[in-house]
């Protein structure tokens, strides 16, 4: 078997591993992501590496070289609802498959490699992204401990039941001197490589994004007694709201703006809702843009509460700057690509965005089936995973 085909037969692997039964969802802290680990720490002790786990739950992997330095390479392993098999675990597999290869051919480099397989890149379970790559980067403020999943457990009593300490987490920060990088293998996540024929490209800037979680509160009634006119609807006016919010990105260049979650209060057939949340994420390349656009957005929402007499609050619950991958790093990844390299930008976010705060960060993006991604349908060739694993190695050699 190539290691293309094994990384991706790993991938399958990992999809078994879910909390829901004929879909994959891996949230942080998880039984699926408990079996995940097992799967993954084996693979890496194969490939010659020592193994911890780090008390967000974080697996981190040590392959010693000649020097004390360090070259960081990762992906995450949870998912978001209803996943593909790839986003995050392909990363996580081409890179203990380079290791693999040294450890084979019982090479050291002068420096050695540190896998990591972020617990927390999705943000599913408790709403709140990049978990893993914001404990390691020492960015993991206390109170988002206390943040509470759909069921009502703390993260720090999640963080706990999974087997860590959540009073330990700041002394999981990375301590070491500055490492040489920070490297990613990745999905595309979208339609650039297929429709220029390349298995592979390297990846030049990872596009910003806001959160925002909002509560449209109106007057829950009797749905068969209150007249239409008397009526405050928190969801006719949150339905607007989201017509409002595509039609307003869709007329703004380069501009994004999702509502992916939407929860109804007290959400019954014969009751006016009274209460609607929702999500609304933004993202632009360019930081200003994304920024006037989640103020306008929010007006907005504010606006249409006015008009149907229901009351709207806005909270952030994220906001990442768009982050450049290192040049010196994109440089190398052109070099370990060969003649057809071309660059493209990230629409996705990654752990790299948090990585950025502690080393030069660089990704290398694999092509995917009909840029198809967060999404059952994900798929990737055999041969392009081989072309990422020879890359990747190729990179680790130059560097
Ligand atoms: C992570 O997948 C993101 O939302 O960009
Ligand atoms: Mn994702
Ligand atoms: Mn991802």
């Known amino acids: 078997?190539?290691?293309?085909?094994?990384?991706?037969?790993?991938?399958?692997?990992?999809?078994?591993?879910?909390?829901?039964?004929?879909?994959?969802?891996?949230?942080?802290?998880?039984?699926?992501?408990?079996?995940?680990?097992?799967?993954?720490?084996?693979?890496?002790?194969?490939?010659?590496?020592?193994?911890?786990?780090?008390?967000?739950?974080?697996?981190?992997?040590?392959?010693?070289?000649?020097?004390?330095?360090?070259?960081?390479?990762?992906?995450?392993?949870?998912?978001?609802?209803?996943?593909?098999?790839?986003?995050?675990?392909?990363?996580?597999?081409v890179a203990i498959a380079a290791v693999q290869r040294l450890h084979d051919a019982n090479r050291r480099l002068p420096f050695g490699l540190e896998v990591l397989a972020f617990a927390d890149e999705e943000g599913l379970r408790f709403g709140s992204t990049y978990l893993g790559s914001r404990a390691l980067a020492g960015r993991l403020d206390e109170?988002?401990?206390?943040?509470?999943?759909?069921?009502?457990?703390?993260?720090?009593?999640?963080?706990?039941?999974?087997?860590?300490d959540p009073t330990r987490?700041?002394?999981?920060?990375?301590?070491?001197?500055?490492?040489?990088?920070?490297v990613e293998v990745h999905i595309e996540q979208g339609p650039v490589l297929e429709g220029l024929g390349l298995p592979v490209g390297a990846v030049n800037?990872?596009?910003?994004?806001?959160?925002?979680?909002?509560?449209?509160?109106?007057?829950?009634?009797?749905?068969?007694?209150?007249?239409?006119?008397?009526?405050?609807?928190?969801?006719?006016?949150?339905?607007e709201f989201v017509g409002a919010a595509f039609h307003y990105a869709a007329s703004h260049e380069g501009l994004v703006a999702t509502v992916g979650r939407l929860m109804v209060q007290p959400g019954a057939a014969n009751v006016i809702p009274g209460e609607v949340t929702m999500s609304l994420d933004v993202r632009h390349a360019a930081d200003g843009e994304r920024e006037a656009a989640g103020a306008s957005l929010l007006d907005l929402a504010r606006h249409i509460g006015e008009r149907?007499?229901?009351?709207?609050?806005?909270?952030?619950?994220?906001?990442?700057?768009?982050v450049r991958c290192s040049p010196r790093l994109v440089a190398?990844?052109?070099?370990?690509?060969?003649?057809?390299?071309?660059?493209?930008?990230?629409?996705?976010?990654?752990?790299?965005?948090?990585?950025s705060e502690i080393t030069d960060v660089g990704m290398?993006?694999?092509?995917?089936?009909?840029?198809i991604s967060h999404n059952p349908a994900e798929a990737v060739d055999v041969a392009d995973v081989q072309v990422a694993v020879d890359v990747l190695s190729r990179f680790i050699e130059l560097l």
């Open 364 to 371: 290398l993006f694999v092509r995917c089936k009909g840029g």
């Open 169 to 182: 987490i700041a002394g999981d920060r990375w301590s070491g001197a500055r490492p040489l990088g920070y």
């Open 143 to 164: 109170e988002e401990l206390q943040r509470r999943d759909a069921d009502g457990l703390t993260m720090a009593e999640a963080i706990r039941r999974f087997g860590g």
């Open 1 to 93: 078997m190539t290691d293309g085909a094994a990384a991706v037969e790993r991938c399958e692997i990992l999809a078994a591993c879910t909390d829901e039964p004929g879909r994959i969802t891996r949230p942080f802290a998880s039984d699926a992501m408990r079996r995940a680990h097992e799967h993954v720490a084996g693979w890496m002790h194969q490939a010659g590496m020592t193994v911890t786990r780090d008390n967000i739950g974080n697996l981190r992997a040590r392959y010693e070289g000649a020097g004390p330095e360090t070259l960081l390479l990762g992906s995450h392993l949870d998912s978001v609802r209803d996943a593909g098999k790839y986003d995050g675990p392909l990363g996580v597999v």
């Open 308 to 322: 149907w007499n229901v009351r709207v609050s806005a909270s952030p619950t994220s906001s990442r700057a768009a």
């Open 205 to 239: 800037a990872i596009a910003g994004q806001d959160r925002f979680e909002l509560t449209f509160t109106g007057e829950a009634g009797h749905a068969g007694t209150v007249p239409m006119k008397l009526r405050r609807d928190a969801l006719v006016a949150g339905a």
């Open 332 to 355: 190398l990844w052109r070099k370990a690509i060969g003649e057809d390299a071309v660059e493209l930008a990230s629409g996705a976010g990654h752990d790299g965005v948090y990585m």
